[in-house]
Structure formats: structure tokens, C-alpha cells
């Protein structure tokens, strides 16, 4: 992996030092969700890209589709289907689907503005697609009834908007395998920033005669933390961190992409390319 070290730097230097509306949940990151919901009615579709290298040094390609929609302005429901490709494995192989609901217990302005996250997943082992990090390297092994992994996930999201460019946010992620009793910590912390900041007369523009581009950059910091069975650890050799920074450009008023990379913090975590192509409708 570390052989990608140098593409993901420029990619984590350019999107820092690049010049520069918002959509809820992820924004410009991809494991980090901030307090924003998306509203009622509202559809997205999205295809989400890692690309990276396993530590036996074979690189691999993993993809999510995500379709998302705001049954409330407060409720938001996801179903996601991924799956992976690795160079030697053969072919493309599916590992996968999630369904993720998130609500936002009050309206926006309240101070850390809460948000409960509950998410159905039943996976394959060979799933790579990095939506979140948890648990410990030296977790013991257990018994499964089957050889898919049925997990129940759940964040508490905490956001808190600074500015009408700036939002941060903090999540705690619980990770509760179904089958053994087991449940991995993990976190995630960061901020969404808007580079560019439309002023009042080109909204009124806007309205008229099109949409106005703008770059969002998002920055997060997520790892693991142990779990429920061997503890907590701050032992950076059982654990993985990472530190991303992403941008997201809105191509249209409907249409966005975002790029990014992750970068490994400690010796058992990858580095990352990220991609994302998103259409609201």
C-alpha cells in the first residue's frame, strides 16, 4: 500500500490548497456524517469508488451504490449494494447490501444538534468498500452460524453548524455482530467547509437564469477503538486510523462529484483513492 503514498498526497494537497449547496448526511466526506438531513421527497442516487491495495500487496477497486430519500425532513432512508473487484481474484465479485436510516431528533440551530443512525448490514467477508472502521486487530475469533456477516450498526451523530459555510460533526459507531454478541467501537470527527460562498445577488441570479458552481472540502479523522469483548485500546498496532480530506464540486444544481483520499496512520491501515459521482433528483 504504501506504494500509493505519492498519487494520494498530491490528490490530499490539491483539494487542501484548491480555491473554492451542501447535500445532507456525508457532504464532501465519505465515512464522517454530519447533522443534515435531506428533505422530504428528495432522491440521490450515487456511486461511491475506493481504490486501493491490500497489504499482500494486490491492489483492488471497490464500489457502492447508494439511492437515498428523504421520507421526512428529518428522516432519511439509504439502501446500499456494493461489491469489489482484486487483480488475481477473477472477475467482479458483489459482497453486499445495507440499509441505512438516520433522523435528526430536533430542528436545525439546536446546539450539537443530535442524529440517531441505525444500519442493517449482511455482507461477505471479501467485502472492501471502507463506509466505516471499528473493533481491534487481536479480536478473537468466533464461531459464526453462517459465513455471511449480519451486522447492526448505529452512530450517534453529533453536529453543530458554525457558520453558513462551516459545519462539524463527531460520530460514535457501534458495530454489533449479530451472530457472536460482539460489538466494535469506532469514531469519526471532521468538518465540511464551503470554499466558495455565493453572494445574496447571485442567488437571485440563479433563480432566473441557472445554478452557480460551488466546492465544498471536507476533512475527517476515523478509527477504531476496540470492542465489547477484549476492551478499548489506544494501541496503534491493534488499531486503524486514517485522515482523509475530500472536495465536492456540484457539477449542476442536481449533480455533484467528489474526490479524496485517506491516508494510513498506523501500521494496520490502508491509503485510499476515493471517488463519488451523485444525482439528486
Same mark, same amino acid.
Given at each position: 500500500?504504501?506504494?500509493?503514498? !505519492?498519487?494520494?498526497?498530491?490528490?490530499?494537497?490539491? @483539494?487542501?490548497?484548491?480555491?473554492?449547496?451542501?447535500? !445532507? !448526511?456525508?457532504?464532501?466526506? @465519505? +465515512?464522517?456524517?454530519?447533522?443534515? $438531513?435531506?428533505?422530504?421527497g428528495e432522491k440521490e442516487i450515487m456511486l461511491m469508488n475506493d481504490f486501493g491495495q491490500n497489504f499482500d500487496g494486490r491492489r483492488y477497486a471497490a464500489q457502492m451504490v447508494e439511492f437515498e430519500y428523504g421520507v421526512t425532513d428529518r428522516w $432519511?432512508?439509504?439502501?446500499? $449494494?456494493?461489491?469489489?473487484? $482484486? @487483480?488475481?481474484?477473477g472477475g467482479y465479485h458483489l459482497t453486499g447490501?445495507?440499509?441505512?436510516?438516520?433522523?435528526?431528533?430536533?430542528?436545525? !440551530?439546536t446546539p450539537l444538534n443530535p442524529v440517531i443512525y441505525v444500519e442493517w448490514e449482511d455482507l461477505s467477508p471479501g467485502t472492501k468498500y471502507l463506509?466505516? +472502521?471499528?473493533?481491534?486487530?487481536?479480536?478473537?475469533?468466533?464461531?459464526?452460524?453462517?459465513?455471511?456477516?449480519?451486522i447492526l450498526e448505529t452512530r450517534l451523530v453529533l453536529g453543530q453548524d458554525i457558520t453558513d459555510r462551516l459545519d462539524v460533526a463527531f460520530n460514535w459507531i457501534n458495530e454489533s455482530d449479530l451472530d457472536t454478541g460482539v460489538t466494535d467501537f469506532g469514531y469519526a470527527a471532521g468538518l465540511n467547509y464551503k470554499l466558495t460562498k455565493r453572494p445574496n445577488h447571485v442567488r437571485h441570479i440563479e433563480e432566473e437564469h441557472g445554478f452557480h458552481p460551488e466546492i465544498r472540502l471536507g476533512i475527517e479523522l476515523f478509527g477504531a477503538l476496540g470492542d465489547s469483548n477484549k476492551g478499548i485500546t489506544a494501541n496503534s498496532n491493534l488499531t486503524a486510523h486514517y485522515l482523509g480530506v475530500n472536495a465536492m464540486y456540484h457539477l449542476t444544481q442536481r449533480s455533484m462529484v467528489k474526490f479524496g483520499g485517506a491516508i494510513g496512520l498506523t501500521n494496520v491501515s490502508q491509503d485510499l483513492v476515493r471517488f463519488a459521482f451523485g444525482y439528486e433528483f
Open positions: 500500500m504504501r506504494s500509493l503514498k !505519492g498519487p494520494v498526497m498530491v490528490l490530499l494537497a490539491f @483539494f487542501a490548497l484548491a480555491p473554492g449547496a451542501a447535500w !445532507g !448526511g456525508n457532504a464532501a466526506n @465519505f +465515512v464522517l456524517y454530519n447533522h443534515h $438531513t435531506a428533505d422530504e $432519511t432512508t439509504e439502501f446500499m $449494494t456494493e461489491g469489489q473487484a $482484486t @487483480f488475481g481474484e447490501w445495507r440499509w441505512e436510516n438516520r433522523y435528526r431528533l430536533f430542528e436545525y !440551530g463506509m466505516e +472502521v471499528s473493533g481491534r486487530e487481536d479480536a478473537e475469533e468466533k464461531k459464526k452460524a453462517r459465513p455471511r456477516e449480519r
